[in-house]
């Protein structure tokens, strides 16, 4: 009974210290002191700002630019306006438009020394109000940057780049990195952005060579969130932010963000009075302190890459990476060590260390397959649109995966202890990861876990075992993984190398004083700081990413500390009892999830209803480009009760539709001719009241040598450096533009082989009959309410494009 009650108490205290240590402080109030960062006053410019959609190129982004010249005017920062064109490649996309960048100074004493960028981007996503993304950031940086101005003559330039057009792949940010002469005068960058509604700003991104960047870090920042495994994983993620183009350029910095209330990011519910203050406040305090020794004192160098991480927002612990080694040797002394003393006693055996280390390999597989039959039975598909249901009830989401994870612990605690479980503990491994497919299709990673958990459940759990020689086997197959990420990924070692040597200190305490309630009160001690650290591990990976199977690696080392709570040499525990009890409780979570709707005014239902107007065939339809409710579906039907699929080249796949009645519009004017010198150029033209335009295009031959506006179009992925864009053969390239008409330009073998296609977007619906009321529990997504007009589709094979010649697409 005391280890039982000893266990729930550890489980109850590691939760509660994790959630103190993710909570955001209070905002501090307006007349707070002049030098501290106040969120209230940060608010300010947030609800001038962020309270309507403002996508670059709209009238709404040049009020927000008009204000913000205003702003730096009155902090004495002599703002100047960027306008430049600006083009970005992704794949077989481009991204492109007429961006303004706003860019001020706070003069330091040296004038020629390398200037202090503070970086955000004051557009936002169509149809949002980007209170969060960037709103904050900008605000961030204006409060950030009087601060440092009340403090004093900074020693260096303080410049402040306010981007357009990030969400359209930071053409901004290229644009004044590759052509601002300012930016020759940039040593060093803060970039602030998020990637949701609120949370704790984590620093997500540094230079290379990283050691003085962290030594400045942890010197300065106050209740710091960082870790070496974040920065890791950000290398590996397709996520850029305006910190890529300085970076590309040669300019180190660092990059902050919160990415909490998930459900907000990019949402038309993404409102000031939305927003989380706290982490409004906590993005500012956090920064100010480091951004204020970087304008007074000297700017990092380059210094090899540390391992680091904060421990609970208060410090952080940083070391060399050869000092991973060094940990993982003390810890194989300690589990050496434990297990001597258990040999001497007699209390180990090969037998029960190997039985162990299969332990271990059952908790991943089991805990793998339950998670994947918890998500998957919520009915909830794949993907960022799909994923909003579960993101509106994020903290239910949260228990019910936490519980399936910690119920497979118990589960393996219990089939350790109890033997002769090797068919109940390989069924459940199994039944979960088959159930997973029942409800969304083939789930390959429930079956290959239902597949490793049978064997492993099998080969494991034949007999009992000792707690001890158990606890053995699952330190030994921890160490060894370590290792091999110490060999592989040293900086994000720590992730397994800290809960290992925290359990190792445990399991060398236990195999001196016994299993009695002394040692048991120190492994719960122990077991407290090491499961509410893995919670901040949990929670980043949920929120962040959509994939349960990554959520077994924080179950997993959270095992490493449970198990001697959990398990036992008694066979009649009553762990057994536990685990039943947590994974009824996670797949109930999962039925409510599944039967109840989770859509109210506050986490409003996404729909994308849009016209779709073809004036050569005088043709309309309405469509939804998202998966359309009760509500879309009457207002497609409301002209012709009949639903269709509409292939448009621009999507990926045919989107809902229903006939409509067309109207007059015109469509873009378009040109394509091939030169004498063999090159092909696309002249596209906007139509009055156009915001933006996509061009679609698809040859024959590969594309390649691409200019737009006499630019060359070059791919500006994180961690590449710009290489020109090409467009394979056969491939449907996109161009998405923002700003006026556009000249394309590019070599391909074969013009006469091209197909091409616009299509203009109008911010408001121009059918004859509007929109009806929309229901609360309802919100317009992204192009809600717009107007799409196909400019029809040019084929260059039947005219037999040649140099010289040319096909003309007019306005009527």
Known sequence: MFKTLALLATLIAGFVLFYLSAVTPRAAPADSPEAAFSAARAMVDIRAIGSRPHAVGSPADAEVRDYLVARMTALGLSPQVQRATAVAARGPHISGATVDNVIGVLPGRDRSAPALALMAHHDSVPGSPGAADDTA???????????IKSRGVPARDVVLIMTDGEEAGSVGAHAFFDYSPMARHIGYAINMDTGGGGGRTAMVETGPNNGDDIALYRRTAATPDSNSLTVFLYKLIPADTDLTAAKQSGVPGLNYGF????????????????????????????????????????????????????????????????????????????????????????????????????????????????????????????????????????????????????????????????????????????????????????????????????????????????LTATWTGILILALAAAVGLQVYAPTAAFIIAWPL???????????????????????????????????????????????????????????????????????????????????????????????????????????????????????????????????????????????????????????????????????????????????????????????????????????DSVTIDGQAVRYTQKGDKPAPFRLEASQWGKVMWAGGGFSMSFRTKDPTKLRVQTAEIYDRWLATSPLPPMPPADQPWDLSGSTFVLGGTIDTQPTKLTNGGEFRRRLP
């Not at 036992?568 to 947590?582: E, G, I, K, N, Q």
Request: some cysteine; overall charge positive.
């Open 137 to 147: 950031g900008i605000a961030s940086a204006l409060e950030i940057v009087r601060a």
């Open 259 to 466: 990415a909490g209330r998930k459900f907000d990011y990019h949402s038309p519910s993404s409102t000031p009075d939305v927003l989380d203050v706290g982490a409004l406040q906590h993005m500012g305090a956090q920064i100010l302190p480091t951004a204020s020794a970087l304008a007074f004192g000297p700017l990092p160098g380059r210094a090899p890459d540390v391992v680091y991480s904060d421990l609970f927002g208060s410090f952080v612990v940083a070391y060399p990476t050869w000092f991973g080694w060094i940990l993982l040797v003390g810890a194989a002394g300690l589990i050496s060590f434990g297990a001597f003393r258990l040999a001497r006693n007699q209390d180990l055996s090969a037998s029960g260390v190997v039985r162990g280390a299969g332990a271990g390999f059952y908790i991943v597989a089991a805990s793998g397959a339950l998670l994947e039959l918890a998500r998957r039975s919520t009915g909830v598909g794949s993907g960022w649109m799909p994923y909003r249901p579960l993101l509106a009830r994020f903290a239910t989401l949260e228990i019910m995966m936490l519980l399936a994870g910690l119920g497979a612990i118990l589960a393996a605690a219990a089939f350790a202890a109890r033997g002769r479980s090797r068919r109940l503990a390989g069924g459940l491994a199994l039944i979960a990861g088959l159930g997973a497919s029942l409800f969304a299709g083939l789930d390959l990673v429930g079956l290959v876990l239902a597949v490793i958990g049978l064997v492993a459940g099998l080969a494991t759990f034949s007999h009992p075992s000792k």
């Open 501 to 703: 040597v925290a359990a190792a200190i445990a399991f060398a305490v236990t195999c001196i004083s016994g299993t009695g309630r002394a040692s048991i009160v120190i492994t719960a001690a122990i077991a407290v700081v090491v499961l509410a650290w893995l919670g901040g591990l949990f929670h980043f990976l949920l929120q962040g990413l959509d994939a349960p199977i990554l959520l077994v690696a924080p179950i997993w080392l959270a095992a490493l500390v449970i198990w001697p709570l959990a398990g036992s040499d008694a066979p009649t525990s009553r762990t057994p009892m536990l685990a039943v009890v947590m994974i009824a409780i996670s797949l109930a979570l999962a039925t409510y999830l599944h039967f109840t709707s989770p859509w109210s005014a506050r986490y409003p239902n996404a729909v994308e209803p849009v016209y779709v107007v073809d004036p050569s065939g005088h043709r309309a339809w309405r469509a939804s480009l998202t998966d359309p409710d009760a509500w879309t579906r009457k207002v497609l039907t409301a002209e012709s009760g009949a639903l269709t699929k509409l292939p448009l080249v621009f999507e990926p796949n045919p989107v809902v539709a229903a006939p409509a009645a067309p109207v007059e519009v015109p469509a873009a004017p378009l040109v394509v001719s091939a030169g004498p010198d063999g090159r092909v150029t696309i002249t596209v033209g906007q139509s009055p009241g156009a915001e933006r335009m996509i061009l679609s295009l698809w040859s024959a031959t590969p594309i």
